[in-house]
C-alpha cells in the first residue's frame, strides 16, 4: 500500500496529514466505495462511482473534484501500486470544520484512497460459509453506503464468535443483508433478494446477478422474505465486491437451517465469472 490517494494528489501514505476534526474521525461522518480489480483491470468502476455520487448527494456531501479526475485518478492509483487481483477503496468525508453536530453546506469532501492486493475467497466458494442470523440493528438509511458503520461491525463481531463467516440481518423477522453482502434465496428456478429500498444497500454485485440470472432463464423476486420462507428455500447465498457469489450452507442463530452448494448457485457462479473474464479482457 505505497501510494494512496489524498483528495487530488496520488503520494505516499507517510505524506497523508488528516485533521483531527475532520467530521469522519468526528461523526462517522463520510461515504466509500470499493472497486474491484481482476488481471490488472478494475470490474464496475462506472457502477461503484454511480452509487459514490448518489451517497454523496443522498448525504449533501460536496466532491472537491468531478468524477472524470476521480476516475482517472484511482486507475492511477491502480497503475502505481501494480496491483493485478485485488481492490480500490476510496472514501469521501464531510471534511474539516469545528466540530458541531448541524453541517454547513460549503466545506468539500475531504478523499482518501487506497489500493491493494486482496485473494478472492476460493475455497469459500466452493465449499460456503456458515451464518448467523440476528437482529438489524442499523439505521433506516442504508442505501448509503456510509463509512458509519456501527450495526454491521458489530454484526460482523457476533458472527466470527460464533464461528461465522457473516452476520444475516432481520427486522421483525423479515431478511434485509449481510453485514457487508447481499443476501439471495433459490426456490424452483425462482431468485428472491430484498428490494433495493431504505433498508439495504443496493449491492453492484447484487444487480449483476439479478441480470445475469434473468438472462439465464431464472426469474427474480424483488420483495422481501420471511425467515419461513428461508427455512424453505433450496440454496441461500450471499452477493458483494469482495465475496462475489458465495453459498450459504448453515444458519444458526435465530434459526437454524443447513442448505447444499446448489445447482443454481453454481450456474450464477460460472455465469458471473464469465461476466467478469468478457469486461474486464
Ligand atoms: N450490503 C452491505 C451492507 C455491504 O456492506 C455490501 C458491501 N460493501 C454489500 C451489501 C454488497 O455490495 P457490493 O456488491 O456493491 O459490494
Same mark, same amino acid.
Given at each position: @500500500?505505497?501510494?494512496?490517494?489524498? +483528495?487530488?494528489? %496520488?503520494?505516499? &501514505?507517510?505524506?497523508?496529514?488528516?485533521?483531527?476534526?475532520?467530521?469522519?474521525?468526528?461523526?462517522?461522518?463520510?461515504?466509500?466505495?470499493?472497486? #474491484?480489480?481482476?488481471?490488472?483491470?478494475?470490474?464496475?468502476? *462506472?457502477?461503484?462511482?454511480?452509487? $459514490?455520487?448518489?451517497?454523496?448527494?443522498?448525504?449533501?456531501?460536496?466532491?472537491?473534484?468531478?468524477?472524470?479526475?476521480?476516475?482517472?485518478?484511482?486507475?492511477?492509483?491502480?497503475?502505481? +501500486?501494480?496491483?493485478?487481483?485485488?481492490? !480500490?477503496? !476510496?472514501?469521501?468525508?464531510?471534511?474539516?470544520? #469545528?466540530?458541531?453536530?448541524?453541517?454547513?453546506?460549503?466545506?468539500?469532501?475531504?478523499?482518501?484512497?487506497?489500493?491493494?492486493? @486482496?485473494?478472492?475467497?476460493? *475455497?469459500?466458494?466452493?465449499?460456503?460459509?456458515?451464518?448467523?442470523?440476528?437482529?438489524?440493528? &442499523?439505521?433506516? &438509511?442504508?442505501?448509503?453506503?456510509?463509512?458509519?458503520?456501527?450495526?454491521? !461491525?458489530?454484526?460482523?463481531?457476533?458472527?466470527?464468535? +460464533?464461528?461465522?463467516?457473516?452476520?444475516? @440481518?432481520?427486522?421483525?423477522?423479515?431478511? /434485509? *443483508?449481510?453485514?457487508?453482502?447481499?443476501?439471495?434465496?433459490?426456490?424452483?428456478?425462482?431468485?428472491? /433478494?430484498? #428490494?433495493?429500498?431504505?433498508?439495504?444497500?443496493?449491492?453492484?454485485?447484487?444487480?449483476?446477478?439479478?441480470?445475469?440470472?434473468?438472462?439465464?432463464?431464472?426469474?427474480? +423476486?424483488?420483495?422481501?422474505?420471511? @425467515?419461513?420462507?428461508?427455512?424453505?428455500?433450496?440454496?441461500?447465498?450471499?452477493?458483494?465486491?469482495?465475496?462475489?457469489? /458465495? #453459498? !450459504?450452507?448453515? %444458519?444458526?442463530?435465530?434459526?437454524?437451517?443447513? $442448505?447444499?452448494?446448489?445447482?443454481? /448457485?453454481?450456474?450464477?457462479?460460472?455465469?458471473?465469472?464469465?461476466?467478469?473474464?468478457?469486461?474486464?479482457?
Amino acid at each position: @500500500m505505497s501510494y494512496v490517494l489524498f +483528495n487530488d494528489q %496520488i503520494t505516499k &501514505r507517510e505524506h497523508v496529514n488528516i485533521d483531527m476534526e475532520d467530521r469522519g474521525y468526528n461523526f462517522g461522518d463520510g461515504i466509500y466505495e470499493v472497486i #474491484p480489480i481482476y488481471e490488472g483491470n478494475t470490474f464496475a468502476m *462506472e457502477e461503484h462511482l454511480q452509487r $459514490f455520487l448518489e451517497s454523496a448527494s443522498k448525504l449533501e456531501i460536496k466532491l472537491p473534484y468531478d468524477k472524470t479526475v476521480l476516475e482517472q485518478q484511482l486507475n492511477e492509483l491502480k497503475i502505481k +501500486n501494480k496491483v493485478i487481483n485485488g481492490i !480500490i477503496y !476510496i472514501q469521501m468525508t464531510r471534511g474539516v470544520s #469545528p466540530r458541531a453536530h448541524l453541517y454547513e453546506r460549503n466545506v468539500e469532501g475531504l478523499i482518501t484512497g487506497f489500493c491493494r492486493e @486482496m485473494a478472492f475467497p476460493t *475455497e469459500q466458494k466452493l465449499a460456503g460459509v456458515s451464518v448467523l442470523l440476528t437482529e438489524d440493528i &442499523r439505521w433506516l &438509511r442504508c442505501d448509503i453506503k456510509s463509512i458509519n458503520l456501527l450495526g454491521n !461491525i458489530m454484526a460482523k463481531r457476533k458472527a466470527t464468535d +460464533n464461528d461465522c463467516h457473516e452476520a444475516i @440481518m432481520h427486522r421483525n423477522g423479515i431478511l /434485509t *443483508e449481510g453485514s457487508s453482502s447481499n443476501l439471495f434465496i433459490v426456490k424452483g428456478k425462482q431468485l428472491q /433478494t430484498h #428490494p433495493p429500498t431504505n433498508l439495504i444497500l443496493n449491492g453492484i454485485t447484487r444487480q449483476i446477478v439479478i441480470k445475469l440470472a434473468k438472462e439465464n432463464g431464472f426469474t427474480v +423476486n424483488e420483495e422481501a422474505f420471511s @425467515m419461513q420462507q428461508l427455512l424453505e428455500a433450496d440454496e441461500a447465498f450471499i452477493t458483494s465486491t469482495t465475496q462475489e457469489i /458465495t #453459498p !450459504i450452507t448453515k %444458519i444458526i442463530g435465530d434459526i437454524n437451517a443447513t $442448505f447444499p452448494v446448489g445447482t443454481i /448457485t453454481k450456474e450464477l457462479q460460472h455465469a458471473f465469472k464469465a461476466f467478469i473474464d468478457k469486461e474486464t479482457k
